[in-house]
């Protein structure tokens, strides 16, 4: 009788963990395994210089994607995404330079985080 409790008393505790680690689902990418990269001061920094790019077709899964807005060129030459008026988020974003054929691509923190870990 004893053992049936202990027994018990054990696979209750052990569904009660299993299911608190199931409900815990960390914002993945793609659903990956990784969760998705905080922006932080030193990834804030590292994008300063290397936050964005231009470009002049973006093209995903063999077609053009679609594009986050229009930027002038004058904004999109600053380079860093804070200077722009652009907050960096888990995706990439993609803006038309405003009269030219070129496009303006500003870095993810998962591309931020990729690149940063790379360079150590």
């Given amino acids: 009788m004893i053992k049936t409790l202990l027994s018990l008393g ?11 680690q199931t409900s815990k689902t960390p914002k993945t990418r793609d659903g990956s395994q990784y969760p998705v990269p905080v922006l932080t001061k030193e990834m804030q920094n590292y994008a300063i210089a290397h936050g964005s790019f231009i470009t002049t077709e973006v093209i995903k899964d063999g ?3 679609q594009y986050d807005g229009e930027i002038s060129a004058e904004t999109a030459k600053k380079v860093n ?16 330079i405003t009269g030219t054929n070129q496009y303006l691509v500003v870095k993810s923190t998962w591309a931020l985080d990729g690149e940063m ?4």
């Fill in 10 to 20: 054990f696979l209750f505790c052990m569904g009660l963990s299993y299911g608190q």
């Fill in 117 to 120: 870990k790379m360079q150590k």
């Fill in 81 to 96: 995404p804070a200077e722009m008026g652009i907050a960096i988020t888990d995706k990439d974003q993609y803006y038309k």
């Fill in 63 to 65: 077609a053009p994607i």
